[in-house]
């Protein structure tokens, strides 16, 4: 008998000017912003080349939205920007909401890109 195993998928992100991210490097930038103790859970869904999504779940309740919104807007341009060659704008959507969706077999899936 044969048995489907999934393990961790993930999609890589493409910024507007070519710029290919990992979806390690892009774990490993959101895990430098020190925001641990307030982000239980994240998702990052490109939506298309200039716009990322990323959903967070907070901690508890007392977690300041607000700033972690502000610092994680700050960090993200400021990485992209220097990465990138032609310096095209990218959005970032920052949500913050109290479950995050899973696959059918119950794995979250940290990046998603829909190009």
């Known amino acids: 008998m044969m048995k489907v195993i999934e393990g961790r998928t993930n999609d890589a992100l493409i910024l507007p000017d070519g710029l290919v991210f990992t979806p390690m490097a892009f774990i490993e930038m959101l895990g430098a912003f020190k925001l641990e103790g307030e982000i239980e859970q994240y998702q990052v869904i490109q939506e298309k080349k200039d716009l990322i999504r990323i959903i967070l779940k907070k901690t508890n309740e007392k977690v300041d939205e607000q700033k972690v919104d502000s610092l994680l807007q700050k960090n993200l341009l ?25 696959t059918p077999r119950g794995k979250l899936k940290v990046v998603t890109s829909k190009l």
């Open 78 to 102: 400021q990485i992209t920007n220097s990465l990138s060659n032609q310096n095209k704008a990218i959005d970032f959507e920052i949500i913050f909401k109290d479950k995050l969706l899973k």
